[in-house]
């Protein structure tokens, strides 16, 4: 890995099925679809473009997430490294930041999917889904935000426009963000 790997595409895992949005499961996606303007559709994913940067869901259920993926690197002819996926992690306080690379898929489908079919030299931006008192990941993932969180992710998504006009200008190793950036 450089010191300045400039982001080409970034990658947001979730389910396709509207019942799945504003679910944690689905952060990632629901944050892509939120920029995600002037589509092309390809078999398996969606792309369009920000600034300089390709932005990407997939047309699949998150477990099947590396077939999309797949895809779009070879369609745009990107490589693994130059990609930034967003998935939602149960090891991480509610809306707290983890950005890694190359680091185990822990238990995540979706990435365990990229990392089979694609590489795991990816960059990965984990948003945490945990409440104060901790609970199993498959107890939370799929379930609706309540009224509080649905404000505060509404909020994040907005923010989220801020990392997407960072990373147009600056290599994702610059990218210095607090773990709680969605609240500051």
Not at 47 to 67: D, F, H, P, Q, R
Request: include cysteine; charge should be positive.
């Amino acid at each position: 890995m450089k010191n300045s790997t400039k982001i080409k595409l970034i990658y947001g895992l979730g389910n396709p099925e509207e019942k799945f949005k504003n679910t944690p499961h689905n952060f990632g996606r629901d944050l892509i679809e939120t920029y995600l303007k002037q589509k092309k559709e390809l078999q398996y994913s969606i792309i369009g473009k920000y600034k300089n940067i390709y932005l990407a869901i997939g047309k699949v259920y998150m477990n099947e997430s590396g077939l999309a993926l797949k895809e779009i690197l070879s369609y745009l002819k990107i490589k693994p490294n130059e990609t930034l996926i967003i998935h939602d992690e149960a090891d991480l306080p509610f809306l707290f930041v983890k950005f890694t690379f190359d680091q185990s898929a822990s238990m995540h489908k979706g990435v365990e999917s990229i990392y089979k079919n694609c590489s795991n030299q990816v960059w990965r931006m984990r948003i945490g889904i945990q409440d104060k008192i901790r609970r199993k990941a498959e107890e939370i993932i799929l379930k609706k935000l309540n009224k509080n969180k649905l404000s505060k992710w509404a909020e994040a998504k907005i923010k989220f426009k801020d990392i997407l006009d960072k990373l147009n200008i600056l290599p994702i190793e610059k990218l210095s963000l607090p773990r709680d950036f969605f609240y500051k």
